[in-house]
């Protein structure tokens, strides 16, 4: 059956991307060929959210479902600021019924959601 999920992130700049993912989140990973790196990632669980608009990528005429990543972790105070002690730029955090959240800024100038949930978790 299922034996694991790959996330595909399209970045402005894949390499600069690749070495944050290597460097400063610290995840391990497999070079799958010419430098193009795959990473291992931390227990994942995932939520299907409504949307009021297609939120979908073209795959040869099929619509794959957009996603929305958020790293999760335990006390998001000190991971920001672990993270901004390495240089990372990230959100003042907000607060939401589901728990606390910011967003962390990568080389690409794209960002990711990080998040301490305070709702059960599947992991």
């Known amino acids: 059956m299922i034996t694991g999920a790959h996330f595909l992130f399209y970045s402005a700049n894949a390499d600069a991307d690749r070495v944050f993912f290597k460097d400063v989140l610290g995840w391990t990973s497999v070079d799958a060929g010419r430098g193009w790196l795959i990473f291992a990632m931390p227990p994942t669980e995932a939520a299907v959210h409504p949307a009021n608009t297609p939120f979908v990528l073209d795959q040869d005429g099929d619509e794959l479902l957009g996603a929305v990543l958020y ?47 305070t709702h059960p978790t599947a992991i």
């Open 71 to 117: 790293l999760m972790c335990d006390d998001l105070a000190s991971t920001l600021a672990d993270l901004t002690s390495r240089g990372v730029s990230a959100s003042t955090p907000g607060t939401a019924p589901w728990g606390r959240f910011a967003t962390i800024k990568l080389p690409s100038g794209g960002s990711l959601g990080i998040y301490q949930p």
